[in-house]
């Protein structure tokens, strides 16, 4: 017997806007959160967006509006109600209360549609801990809103009310979880050290971007793999590296990494921690950018700040404008040329044809082959002929002469391989001077 294909959940996008930015920037978010609810695989039958000074502390949007609402709710037949930012449990339970229907805000938009990708033990534990993190701060906020309740019968003496009791219980059973979760996913970050530690010896790459900016259809062609590419937002969840050969003397790990979001969730940041060392640890940044898209420079902006946010705002970074195959009209013509004035290391690309690779390829060599690395390094002053030659080939810092222990300790900007070479030198004389002794 052929099953039956399940509906798709029914939904209202609800926003408000304040007035803070521009109102064009605004509706960009809510267009993201159609494309979020798409990707969670529920139906958009239409959208209200609220301008008012501040949420409504009840309801967040005005009375007036949620009666607007609940009549179309009907007309529509709509369930689910999705709103652009983040809900107070009392203002979930106001809303749904006097419209009937389930209450969605955009965490927890996102959180299902992380739970729905993860795939890998590791994704799976991170977004449980996520979900967890998220409702521990639901129900913490429940319970400073009991704690204020003064004089009402049950809360004068050590005895809670059943309420507040069961609400207390839900987060000590929630906090054990999550001490739980970390612990697991340590001893699995441990492991993934040890695996970067054996590529110490590699110069690492991360791709980072918007989400479905096109980073893993990029990764797929560099490292000849076949990661899951979908028109969808955070379509892969985990980081995956692999060697690439792009040139003889360059050993080179190149990581797939997680797509930013504007307002991406700090419960998820801080979740997707070990996810996002493959980032914080490499030694360059592809930042691949979706310039088909007519926000995408609102997209920078947004994957910097994430950037910023898990400590990676120092990082080097080269720009991969991607899918330029799809600029073809006069407003994207002029977005393209900006682009190229503001970002004049760049490339300008469409990944899924592979005589583009060569320029992203370039890119890379170019940068590395230039690239300097800084090291402190200490010199017996009798190796005067590698002193003379760190001041001639090296960028020097800061050098201290110790005349008690007859060494000059230097602080150097220099090449990768011109440093594996001093510290040989420098290690190759201390055991001829060892043995000699």
């Known amino acids: 017997m052929e099953k039956t294909k399940k509906a798709k959940q029914r939904v209202f996008l609800i926003g408000l806007y304040t007035g803070e930015g521009k109102r064009d920037e605004y509706n960009l978010t809510v267009d993201e959160l159609e494309h979020l609810t798409k990707t969670a695989n529920a139906k958009v039958v239409g959208r209200f967006v609220q301008s008012l000074s501040r949420p409504n502390s009840k309801t967040y949007i005005g009375k007036g509006k ?22 107070t449990p009392a203002q979930a339970k106001n809303i749904a209360e006097l419209t009937r229907c389930s209450i969605v805000d955009r965490t927890e938009l996102i959180l299902d549609i992380f739970a ?12 449980e801990l996520a979900l967890l993190e998220y409702n521990y701060s639901k129900l913490r906020n429940l319970w400073q809103h009991f704690s204020r309740i003064e004089g009402g019968i049950g809360t004068r003496g050590p005895v809670r009310g059943p309420g507040e009791t069961q609400i207390e219980l839900d987060r000590r059973e929630i906090q054990k979880k999550i001490s739980l979760l970390k612990k697991k996913i340590v ?19 991360a791709l980072v971007g918007y989400t479905n900016a096109g980073k893993s259809t990029l990764f797929n062609k560099l490292s000849d793999e076949d990661l899951y590419v979908a028109n969808q937002l955070f379509a892969t969840l ?11 003397k360059h050993k080179i790990i190149i990581s797939d990494t997680i797509g930013f979001i504007r307002k991406l969730p700090h419960t998820l940041v801080s979740s997707f921690h070990s996810t996002l060392l493959e980032v914080t640890e490499a030694e360059l940044l592809l930042h691949v950018v979706d310039i088909s898209q007519t926000n995408c420079e609102t997209n920078i902006k947004c994957v910097n700040e994430v950037l910023t946010e898990i400590g990676a705002e120092d990082k080097d970074v080269l720009y991969v404008f991607n899918k330029s195959d799809l600029v073809d009209d006069l407003d994207g ?13 760049s490339v300008f690309i469409s990944a899924k044809f592979d005589e583009d ?18 090291e402190t390094v200490k010199i017996p002053l009798e190796m005067e002929k590698l002193i003379d030659f760190i001041m001639q080939q090296a960028d020097v810092k800061e050098k201290t002469i110790d005349q008690e222990n007859s060494t000059v300790t230097m602080r150097i900007q220099t090449k990768k391989e011109l440093l594996a070479n ?15 002794k």
């Open 357 to 374: 690779l060569k320029k992203v390829s370039k890119l890379i060599l170019t940068y590395l082959n230039n690239v300097k690395y800084e």
């Open 333 to 345: 013509k002029f977005r393209k040329k900006r682009l190229m004035l503001n970002y004049p290391n």
């Open 66 to 87: 949620i009666l607007e609402i609940k009549n179309r709710v009907v007309e529509e037949n709509v369930d689910t109600l999705i709103f652009n930012d983040d809900l």
């Open 187 to 205: 001893e699995i970050e441990k492991v993934s050290l040890v695996k970067r530690k054996k590529r110490k010896s590699f110069q690492n790459v």
């Open 116 to 127: 729905m990708h993860a795939k890998t033990k590791q994704a799976k534990m991170q977004v």
């Open 422 to 436: 001093i510290r040989k030198q420098i290690k190759d004389y201390k055991q001829i001077k060892y043995i000699n």
């Open 238 to 248: 985990d980081s995956t590296s692999r060697a690439i050969n792009l040139d003889p």
